[in-house]
């Protein structure tokens, strides 16, 4: 058996060793070898034929560009963009030296020694189009300057191949010079400027050979990424971007001894004159226009792209609607504002988007009083707070999880809280105690009668109860934008930034029993080569149906009973919730019916659109509260765009009415413990008469009588609030009431 044994391990190891000595000589070194070199004979073949067969094309012919066509939903044309190029050829010679060298040094360091071609960024370039991960770069200025001139974008590895064979070519035809000259010229700066004439005087009123070295470094650097680099629309995120871009380009020009370290270090970074809008965007036009493109953005046509022409552009506005909203601006507001001999009312500016809560489609939107005289779309911009309008989310975010008040009572429509002004909250690490309109003290108030007159220290009390990064993560569900927005108890007074576009949507998905909606302004983009459609919004369930139908129904008072009365019509069922901020620089009315939801907001700017003022003395009218012209507006408007009215109403459901806990003894401090109370008193209430001061002396409401809590929750208050009667101010002063400054 040992011998046996033995024989067959023998035979074994020489089937091993016949099969290993068969693959040694089926990948012998010089098999691998020669397979390599045979592979790049072939490609040095096939690219030899390539470079054969392609020969150097025509330049593009600019007379074949056309213009683009941006129509309303129904089809009719809003606007016709890009008729001509904006363009002005410049001979080099022009161009400061500096300057020159500043796009080298942003581009292509080795541009005079280099063949014109980046073989290795070529390369990467082709794989990221195989590999579907879109436009690449990584190309020479030689490369930039054929695919701008003789080429198109279009990023496809055909387009990639003839791109680098033409540059071959052109970088043995052609001078460097004469390269750069041609790039400079045919390179696509934004703001519809092509070339770098255009260029210097879209972004700085200069001719090109007067620029200076930071602004050519800027002009060099904003290339990489026209639209999100331009100083004047950049997030804070591009302005980062940019200025780090703009100092790479001041570094390599010193590596490359075009510029001196002395030099570079008396430079200060160029920051461009505002934008001059383009012919035929008068009015609301270019505002639409504008929202328009920078949803194309995210769709991934460029601004480039735009500029080659030939798009149809379907917007999702109503044409109807959008007349409907202009005329309720003209006759609400505008018409009793003196810009000219009220220095208050030159500053007013207001803005306004409206929604249909179904669709998340923006059928009309308001950007300022003319897209030429005021560039900035107030309808869009993020730079003001919206005060109480954000109350309704706190009370929202209280129903998702189920709060409870400090006694352990679930908070619901009849929950009862302290409404004393300036009333310390309880339970917080940070102090924080917000005086009410008027310095008025309400006493025991519901959350119902709270939201009506949207009392601050019953709120403030709120967020507290939920939590403040609770209450922010249901408002970021909700569609409020994550700036400026502290988890602090003084957010529960809208002190973080959002616009009229946002809070549209936020409010469009309360309208929609907590189904996200998310504003979209684009219908379709038709090009002869490609077809975008907006992308699906997400149906998620941002909150409850039952926390949005609760808030729904807690905003139903705010119309009937509350600061809204302006926009209570029996023309249609509405829900609304008034705001003014800090300082009276932004008032708001964000409401909606069954079939829209529409935020009108004015907004206190001064200096250029640089420095926020009050809106205090709007058209002679005392303190411009949200009460007041937006909700005017917007009630002029939702009854024009509903055609004079609907009978749709709000199919709520599972309303939560909350507990009615024993209600605290009103006092300038909040009691340990609270007395039961029937209801309210009629110091839930503001008094008959309004005041724009404050009251010296708060009137202390009468002790409550005890009764079981009430079945329904109390929505018309005994003495309804005037216009004027919504929001706290100073009380939303987030400093100087134990409060840091939010």
């Known amino acids: 058996m040992g011998r046996a044994d033995a024989r067959r391990a023998q035979a074994q190891e020489s089937r091993r060793a016949a099969k290993s000595g068969g693959i040694r000589r089926l990948f012998t070194w010089k098999k691998l070898l020669g397979t ?6 072939l490609g040095m073949g096939a690219f030899g034929a390539l470079y054969l067969y392609v020969d150097v094309p025509a330049a593009n012919a600019m007379a074949e560009r056309q213009s683009n066509v941006y129509k309303y939903s129904d089809g009719t044309v809003l606007a016709r963009t890009g008729k001509g190029v904006n363009r002005q050829i410049v001979d080099l010679d022009e161009v400061p030296k500096k300057v020159q060298h500043a796009f080298v040094a942003a581009e292509n360091k080795t541009f005079y020694k280099d063949q014109g071609v980046d073989l290795k960024g070529t390369t990467r ?3 990221n189009t195989l590999s579907g991960k879109g436009k690449q770069g990584g190309s020479t200025i030689t490369q930039q300057y054929v695919k701008n001139y003789y080429l198109t974008q279009d990023p496809t590895v055909s387009r990639k191949l003839k791109e680098l064979v033409i540059s071959l070519k052109i970088d043995q035809q052609m001078s460097k010079d004469q390269i750069l000259a041609g790039y400079i010229n045919t390179a696509y700066y934004g703001r519809g400027a092509s070339g770098i004439q255009a260029a210097a005087q879209a972004y700085y009123g200069v001719d090109a050979k007067d620029l200076n070295v930071s602004q050519g470094a800027y002009l060099a650097s904003v290339l990489q990424a026209p639209s999100q680099y331009d100083w004047n629309s950049a997030t804070d995120t591009g302005k980062k971007l940019v200025k780090e871009r703009w100092a790479y380009t001041l570094r390599n020009m010193v590596e490359m001894d075009w510029l001196t370290e002395s030099e570079k270090a008396k430079l200060t970074f160029a920051k461009p004159q505002k934008p001059k809008p383009a012919a035929g965007m008068e009015g609301q036009t270019g505002y639409l226009v504008e929202a328009a493109n920078k949803e194309l953005e995210k769709q991934g046509v460029t ?22 909203l202009e005329k309720a601006v003209d006759d609400q507001l505008e018409s009793k504002l003196d810009r000219e001999g009220n220095k208050v009312d030159a500053t007013v ?10 669709t998340g489609k923006v059928v009309a939107l308001y950007g300022g009083e003319d897209y030429i005289k005021h560039y900035i779309s107030n309808a869009t911009r993020q730079d003001y707070q919206p005060a109480s309008t954000f109350k309704p989310l706190v009370l929202a975010s209280a129903l998702e999880n189920e709060s409870e008040t400090q006694d ?77 927005f502290p988890e602090r108890p003084a957010v529960t007074l809208g002190t973080m930034n959002a616009s009229t576009w946002d809070m549209a949507g936020v409010y469009a998905t ?28 997400k149906r998620e369930q941002a909150i409850s149906r039952a926390s949005a139908d609760t808030v729904t129904k807690a905003l139903t008072g705010v119309v009937d009973a509350g600061s809204g009365g302006a926009a209570n019509s029996p023309a249609y069922d509405a829900a609304a919730k008034t705001g003014t901020s800090e300082d009276n620089k932004s008032a708001w009315f964000a409401g909606y019916t069954p079939e829209l939801s529409t935020v009108v907001a004015l907004f206190g700017e001064g200096d250029g659109g640089r420095k926020q003022v009050s809106l205090t003395g709007t058209a002679n009218s005392g303190r411009a509260s949200g009460s007041g012209f937006p909700a005017r507006i917007w009630a002029d408007y939702t009854l024009g765009a509903l055609d004079g ?20 003894t009103p006092s300038d401090t909040p009691s ?8 309210p008193t009629p110091s839930d209430t503001p008094s008959q008469t309004p005041s724009e001061t404050p009251s010296e002396t708060p009137t202390t409401p009468a002790p409550p009588t005890i009764s079981p809590p009430a079945t329904t929750p109390p929505t018309s208050p005994e003495i309804p609030p005037l216009p004027g009667e919504d929001d706290g101010q100073p009380g939303e002063r987030p400093g100087g009431n134990g409060a840091a400054q939010q």
Do not use: C
Not at 36 to 41: H, K, Y
């Open 36 to 41: 390599f070199f045979g592979i790049v004979l």
């Open 125 to 127: 370039g082709v794989l």
């Open 303 to 324: 601004e480039q792209d735009r500029d080659a022409g030939g798009w149809t552009f379907t917007l999702t506005v109503d044409k109807k609607r959008q007349q409907a």
């Open 349 to 358: 500016q207001a803005g306004a988007t409206s929604v249909d809560p179904k």
């Open 408 to 484: 352990g009572s679930l908070i619901g429509l009849n929950t009862v809280y302290d409404g004393t002004s300036k009333r310390p909250v309880v339970g917080s690490d940070t102090p924080f105690a917000p005086q009410n309109q008027d310095d008025r003290s309400y006493g025991p108030i519901s959350v119902q009668k709270a939201m009506n007159s949207s009392v601050n220290s019953v709120f403030a009390q709120m967020i507290v109860d939920v939590t403040p990064a609770k209450a922010k993560e249901t408002a970021l569900a909700l569609g409020v934008p994550d700036k400026n």
């Open 510 to 537: 309360l309208d929609n029993h907590g189904q996200k909606v998310t504003p979209h302004i684009l219908q379709s983009a038709e090009h002869r080569d490609r077809t975008v459609s907006p992308e699906k919004p």
């Open 645 to 664: 009215g609907s009978g749709k109403t709000f199919d709520l459901q599972d309303v939560e009415r909350g507990e009615v806990p024993a209600p605290p």
């Open 672 to 679: 340990e413990e609270p007395t039961e109370s029937e209801e």
